[in-house]
């Protein structure tokens, strides 16, 4: 088939490199001719485990290609995917100026039928939108030009979006098109050999069902941090607790990892996004709220944490960080627990020493040159001279750690865990301060100290 990609964004750039690299012929389109241009070079403006190399071995087979121009992107496709960015607005809501700019795109220049396809996560009621938008377009122009428009939500995790593309669980398209379903199933079928993954349903259920697994994931996560909170207060081990209920088929082990609080593109933007949807039609969603405001709070642990180890006075202190990126496998800052503990770290008067193995590069677009940040080469050169060491970032390069080096190199010996990482009986063992999330004892100070 030969498809148009609308955005080379996270989700446009892996869904048009996954679908060149199973034989069709894929048009990538962007505004940004800086970023196509490197695109052509095979080089990617994200990082994403195995996606450079596709992205080149596509472009060299001639299945994938970039182009800036408009007319070009909306000629070659007969499946318009529009894979654009929905920032949160002001209010929440998910701002759609770049999908509906897309559409009026493609009423503006399609000469032929087209499949318009929803990949950007957008509200209930967007394919309506995008229908009138086209629409508009096209009577502009004095065509009646048949076209469809069908959801077709994405489930990509960042750091495994090739794996997620390719082995996903399902496939969720919303349309009520016989024409559609039968392209949509040409498109799919690489995907669809070894079991029917292919769910039909209406567009707007479709539209709520991105939303509403979202919205659990993140439940998931901040009911778990609220028992660690808890945990802590009464003196119990949440990772005891989390085996126990880990255990029940009815819950399982995914997304019950207490830590410090979800960031990245889709969770936090995506919750807000749904408890406005409910809020316009006068529906207080009372558990999304919750779920925002129990993840804004977590947030601010691992500071109230490393305050609390040096009596509230952090100023002059250097803080060394392991870990920048919302998540590991990923350069993503977006909403980052990391970032909350920098700026609060600075604005108590103290500097930020921190290492990220991808992440460095975006922390310096974010923050620039600043004289209390400094970001090295290594997690040993992170550390070193530093009055304590906090984790923001669950890389496997920090899950183990020689706790008296550790001890030897850090001023004062105290490390803030977000993640969970370690034993607290090895680290204090060590003579170090402990302070993780609903570890019961671990937050206690050693008689040595």
């Known amino acids: 088939m030969k498809i148009t990609i609308f955005g080379t964004g996270y989700v446009g750039l892996v869904t048009g490199t996954c679908l ?41 087979s001639g299945r994938l290609r970039f182009t800036t121009d408009a007319a070009e992107a909306v000629a070659f496709g007969t499946l318009q995917f529009i894979a654009v960015g929905t920032p949160p607005d002001e209010d929440g809501s998910a701002d759609l100026q770049y999908v509906l700019a897309v559409a009026k795109t493609i009423g503006q220049h399609m000469q032929e039928y087209k499949v318009i396809v929803d990949k950007s996560t957008v509200p209930v009621g967007t394919a309506d939108r995008v229908k009138e938008t086209v629409g508009e377009a096209l009577a502009h122009r004095g065509e009646t030009l048949g076209f469809d428009v069908c959801s077709n939500p994405e489930f990509l995790k960042e750091g495994a979006a090739i794996e997620d593309f390719t082995f996903g669980a399902r496939i969720v398209i919303g349309t009520d098109s016989e024409r559609v379903k039968e392209l949509m199933r040409e498109c799919y079928a690489p995907y669809n050999r070894l079991h029917e993954k292919l769910m ?60 410090c609080g979800y960031g990245g593109s889709c969770f936090p933007k995506d919750v807000q996004a749904l408890a406005r949807s409910a809020s316009d039609v006068d529906y207080h969603a009372e558990l999304l709220t919750a779920v925002e405001a129990v993840n804004q709070r977590q947030k601010q642990n691992l500071f109230t944490k490393l305050s609390q180890a040096f009596d509230g006075d952090l100023a002059g202190k250097t803080i060394a960080l392991w870990g920048l990126s919302f998540k590991p496998n990923t350069d993503d800052m977006r909403d980052a627990p990391s970032r909350v503990l920098m700026e609060a770290v600075w604005n ?71 993640r969970n990482l370690y034993d607290p009986q090895a680290v204090k063992r060590a003579g170090l301060l402990y302070f993780a999330v609903g570890r019961g004892d671990s937050m206690k100070v050693p008689a040595s100290h």
């Open 348 to 418: 108590a008067g103290g500097r930020v020493q921190a290492f990220d193995p991808e992440a460095m590069r975006e922390c310096r677009r974010l923050y620039g040159e600043r004289d209390d940040l400094t970001l090295v080469a290594d997690r040993i050169q992170a550390v070193k001279g530093a009055d304590a060491l906090v984790i923001c970032t669950e890389w496997k390069e920090f899950r183990t750690v020689d706790f008296d080096w550790l001890k030897g190199n850090l001023a004062t010996p105290v490390i803030v865990d977000g």
């Open 200 to 259: 039909f349903m209406d567009v707007r259920a479709a539209e709520l069902t991105k939303y509403a697994a979202n919205a659990m994931l993140a439940t998931k996560i901040s009911f778990m941090n609220e028992i660690a909170n808890l945990a802590e207060r009464l003196g119990a081990d949440v990772e005891q607790v989390r085996h126990g209920i880990g255990s029940d088929p009815r819950i399982g082990y995914q997304f019950i990892y207490p830590g």
């Open 20 to 60: 060149a690299d199973v034989g069709h012929d894929v048009m990538c389109m962007d505004v940004d001719a800086n970023k196509i241009a490197r695109l052509r070079d095979g080089e990617i403006p994200i990082y994403e485990p195995g996606l450079e190399s596709m992205v080149r071995d596509n472009v060299a």
